[in-house]
């Protein structure tokens, strides 16, 4: 039941009457004012038309003009009852795809009740195998005729033959089960092997289980946008999870490699070594090797210009020099200043203004979200355009490709016959650059993430601003204080000169 309640209210959020969706329009407003006028039929969510009292279009007119169709609106019908707004489906005739049961409608290719989202299979660890069952037994599916096309298929996967679609189904939900249905039906292919797939012995020996014991998720906000992911399988001993994908080329952006298996072959390669050192200090989720204090965020951008320094001296600016390698203590001076920010001039740190003297800062901020900033833009300038890691990003595609399935869904229109195949390693096309979400409001979020696109992309990075952010909280004095210590030397000083470079640099590499 709780099933049913929660893809009801998915469904409900999308496919019903609010305020703004028949406003959004002043064409679909009046379109709205007609139907009441002429007493054309409205359809409630069980799919019973009403008729709503004609008077009601003036009483609309007048509230749109007062500004007040807003909220929670109540419409009354021609019975004498009322009916709230959301309870009624949006047609076609208000701009909506929702289907209204009447016979002679025809369903669209998006009106279809088919997504994971739409039946109830997303943002839920789904044992593989329990999968079967849950999209036969589905009551949305079980609730249309396309839908119990749908639920025969899943049976027939299940015996191990690929499916067919019956000649019966419409051109357009022909092609919502394959795009739509075909997520579900193809990972479903994949546990009960009639996709084809070559490589499953060595996948499953990658993820560590058989691909019959693992966990599906079908996330209804993927939050990987590389490759349109639209599943995940998780081993549950080991917690190492593999996207899923329908595509295997595009735009978009990767995650930050945490939590993605690195590949033994390049671990294991000396040549490799920076770039995997790279890899893993990003990670913000596993502790500093260097010895920086969290945030990691922040941590990690200093860490990684230490870094550069060691493999790739030449890339980074000259003005940065004197103060490498970082030490772990630049980390609370940062965070002291940031959280000092406008009070009296407390948390500066003047020592290193001449990094970022050349930008021209729009927005007010800290010296430290300053710094942060100068320092991160010269790593990912060093990486992106400077070839300060030459293999980055071939390094970074063999990862994404072991930790990335393509899941094809083909239709051949003669037999009408419905088959899958499976591709592992993906084969992921395009170019690597090193990027950031770091936000300008709060310097200490947004660690490094990695963009595959399908040119060279620039490197940018929004500028800060932290203007607003802080408040007069009983905090401050003790972050003054601590800054002033920490920057007059009365705490343990901050190196500002180059300790021993002794084994590191250009000779370090293989």
């Known amino acids: 039941m709780r099933d049913l309640l929660d893809t009801l209210?998915?469904?409900?959020?999308?496919?019903?009457?609010?305020?703004?969706?028949?406003?959004?329009?002043?064409?679909?407003?009046?379109?709205?004012?007609?139907?009441?006028?002429?007493?054309?039929?409205?359809?409630?969510?069980?799919?019973?038309?009403?008729?709503?009292?004609?008077?009601?279009?003036?009483?609309?007119?007048?509230?749109?003009?007062?500004?007040?169709?807003?909220?929670?609106?109540?419409?009354?019908?021609?019975?004498?009852?009322?009916?709230?707004?959301?309870?009624?489906?949006?047609?076609?005739?208000?701009?909506?795809?929702?289907?209204?049961?009447?016979?002679?409608?025809?369903?669209?290719?998006?009106?279809?009740?088919?997504?994971?989202?739409?039946?109830?299979?997303?943002?839920?660890?789904?044992?593989?195998?329990?999968?079967?069952?849950?999209?036969?037994?589905?009551?949305?599916?079980?609730?249309?005729?396309?839908?119990?096309?749908?639920?025969?298929?899943?049976?027939?996967?299940?015996?191990?033959?690929?499916?067919?679609?019956?000649?019966?189904?419409?051109?357009?939900?022909?092609?919502?089960?394959?795009?739509?249905?075909?997520?579900?039906?193809?990972?479903?292919?994949?546990?009960?092997?009639?996709?084809?797939?070559?490589?499953?012995?060595?996948?499953?020996?990658?993820?560590?289980?058989?691909?019959?014991?693992?966990?599906?998720?079908?996330?209804?906000?993927?939050?990987?946008?590389?490759?349109?992911?639209?599943?995940?399988?998780?081993?549950?001993?080991?917690?190492?999870?593999?996207?899923?994908?329908?595509?295997?080329?595009?735009?978009?952006?990767?995650?930050?490699?945490?939590?993605?298996?690195?590949?033994?072959e390049l671990r294991n390669n000396e040549d490799y070594k920076p770039v995997i050192d790279f890899i893993e200090l990003c990670d913000a989720s596993k502790p500093s090797k260097q010895g920086f204090t969290n945030p990691r965020t922040v941590s990690q951008i200093f860490e990684a210009m230490n870094l550069l320094n060691e493999y790739a001296p030449d890339s980074i600016p000259e003005k940065f020099k004197e103060f490498l390698p970082w030490s772990p203590q630049i980390v609370p001076a940062v965070m002291i200043s940031i959280a000092s920010f406008k009070q009296k001039g407390k948390g500066k740190l003047p020592m290193f203004k001449k990094l970022w003297n050349e930008f021209d800062f729009k927005k007010e901020s800290s010296d430290g979200g300053k710094l942060v900033y100068a320092t991160k833009l010269a790593v990912m300038k060093a990486i992106n355009e400077g070839n300060a890691l030459s293999e980055f990003p071939n390094v970074v595609l063999t990862i994404l490709d072991n930790n990335f399935l393509q899941q094809y869904t083909d239709y051949t229109p003669k037999t009408r016959t419905v088959s899958f195949a499976t591709q592992w390693p993906a084969k992921l096309d395009g170019k690597i650059t090193l990027e950031s979400k770091s936000g300008a409001t709060d310097p200490t979020k947004g660690g490094f993430s990695f963009k595959l696109s399908p040119t060279e992309g620039k490197t940018k990075l929004a500028q800060p601003d932290e203007s607003g952010t802080t408040d007069d909280s009983s905090e401050e004095v003790p972050l003054n204080k601590a800054a002033d210590k920490l920057l007059k030397g009365h705490s343990k000083p901050i190196s500002m000169k180059p300790k021993s470079k002794k084994g590191v640099g250009r000779s370090k590499r293989k």
């Open 9 to 264: 209210q998915v469904l409900l959020e999308d496919r019903t009457l609010n305020p703004g969706t028949i406003t959004k329009y002043p064409e679909r407003f009046e379109k709205f004012l007609t139907m009441i006028e002429t007493g054309m039929p409205f359809y409630t969510v069980d799919k019973t038309p009403v008729i709503a009292d004609p008077r009601e279009a003036k009483r609309f007119a007048q509230l749109q003009k007062q500004g007040m169709f807003t909220g929670r609106i109540i419409l009354k019908l021609n019975d004498g009852t009322d009916i709230p707004l959301n309870q009624l489906l949006k047609t076609a005739d208000l701009g909506g795809q929702a289907s209204t049961g009447q016979e002679g409608e025809e369903t669209g290719k998006e009106a279809a009740l088919l997504k994971p989202s739409q039946i109830g299979l997303g943002d839920k660890e789904i044992p593989a195998n329990e999968l079967g069952d849950a999209i036969i037994n589905n009551q949305t599916l079980n609730s249309t005729e396309y839908g119990k096309v749908v639920v025969g298929m899943a049976q027939t996967i299940m015996s191990g033959d690929n499916p067919i679609i019956p000649k019966e189904v419409p051109e357009k939900i022909r092609k919502s089960i394959v795009d739509y249905a075909g997520e579900y039906l193809g990972i479903l292919a994949l546990i009960y092997g009639t996709s084809r797939f070559p490589r499953r012995r060595g996948f499953e020996e990658w993820l560590g289980g058989d691909i019959g014991s693992l966990t599906i998720n079908f996330p209804s906000k993927p939050n990987i946008n590389i490759a349109d992911s639209f599943a995940t399988i998780k081993n549950a001993q080991t917690q190492h999870t593999v996207n899923i994908s329908s595509k295997g080329q595009g735009g978009g952006a990767a995650p930050s490699l945490s939590g993605l298996k690195i590949p033994d």
